[in-house]
């Protein structure tokens, strides 16, 4: 068996629905289950910070999506209470036990792995080549600068290829389908920045199968071994976050990351832009708050759908172990992906007024074309949990906690105040 002993559950009710989550911590447990306060009911209005106390802390979060373009809101260090964080995890987008290891599940594991190792022999000098021929290509040449043309037009054609090929063979994906070709045509005349739903840490090599686009990326990336090289010869956009560890280099671009996007998704000499307003992945079916970056520019854009299709296994990367979870992709039959890239979407005089607007327009259209929930939760629920050292065990059935020295997590970082608009 591959959980001996019988989970403990936690119920509580909230909305006056009872929930019941399964976790092999007792004492997480405890705490969840005695989550009854009315003080509790909101965990989104619960968590407001002290402004003293956090003055210098949201000013810099302020000057952070100055730099990034982020509506994201800042970080509160305030208690959590048991309420709170059975609000929190109860209604999260990050936390699937929905895909469970299920003795099927094994046995596919054990039936497929040597298929599996077959294709990591196979893909590994596939991938050595790639990298060794987009590393001399793009060797020399100044980061923030076009490529000439050829150039362009081997990497357009030559990483699509690859990457394709990866996706059908090396990931399973046999029956990825795109819908709406004949809108990415129109792309390249009228150049709209490309916005997709963020499910997986799958979603760019999906994206440059279609596209090969150009993006914006953490400094850090430029410097990373395989993926440094894609990105920097896709001529991503890097920048240097304030209040991170990224490292500052040669290839951060000087300026206004608004105008700089601008510039460069309108610039021809350039890969279609992409970003994913959501900036973080999740395993519901379901749309996280959007940031305003990529329409601060009131440039039109061109709304992207992933549509995963799983009945056993979820693809959505939530807070699980990234390993694991990848080495069971890799262990399916079959994996289903659904691409639908809808018609350019061009913002009214309104809407590029009122970047807020615009993001929240878009982000109603793509839920409505996805059949999927607008969520209230994004970035900073996400770390909140994080923070707290809540996760879904390797068995895809407990939701656990990492104790880091104490019983409960009695004092941990929090989202502060977001609008709750269902709308939104």
Known sequence: ???????????????N???????DDEALAALLSS????????????????????????????????????????ISDKPVSPGQLARLVKDSPFIDTQSPLTAFEVFKIIT???????????ATPCILLVWLSVALLVWGHPINTPLPK??????????????????RLGLHFFTMKVNGKENITEAYTVRPIVVFNHVSYLDGIIM???????????????????FGVATRALQFLFILRRGTTDEQNRHVFSGNPTEKIAERAVDSRYPLFIVAPEGTTKHRHCLLTFAK?????????????LKYRSVRFNPGWGIVYTAWHFFRVCNQYVNHLEVDVLPIYKPSAEERQSPELYAANVRKLMGEALGAELSTHGIPQQQALKRMGIYVDWTGRFIRQRKHGQPTPTHVKAAAPLNHSKNS
């Not at 068996?1 to 909305?15: G, I, K, Q, R, S």
């Not at 050829?150 to 394709?164: G, P, S």
């Not at 970056?293 to 759908?305: D, E, H, I, K, S």
């Open 17 to 23: 629905t009872v929930i019941q989550i399964p976790t």
């Open 1 to 15: 068996m591959l959980n001996p002993h019988p989970p403990h559950t936690a119920e509580f009710t909230v909305d």
């Open 112 to 122: 497929l792995l040597p298929w599996t190792l077959f294709r990591i022999v196979v």
């Open 208 to 226: 440059a199968s279609i596209f090969a686009p150009t993006g914006i990326a953490k400094a850090s990336v430029a410097s990373m071994p395989f």
């Open 35 to 74: 989550s009854h306060s009315e003080d509790d009911h909101d965990l989104i209005n619960a968590v407001k910070p002290a402004k003293a106390q956090h003055k210098q802390n949201d000013s810099d979060v302020r000057q952070c999506n100055k730099t990034t373009g982020s509506a994201q809101t800042p």
């Open 293 to 305: 970056g990529a329409f601060a520019a009131g440039l039109p854009v061109m709304p992207v759908l």
């Open 150 to 167: 050829w150039r362009r037009n081997f990497l357009h054609y030559w990483l699509r290829f690859w990457t394709t090929l990866l996706v």
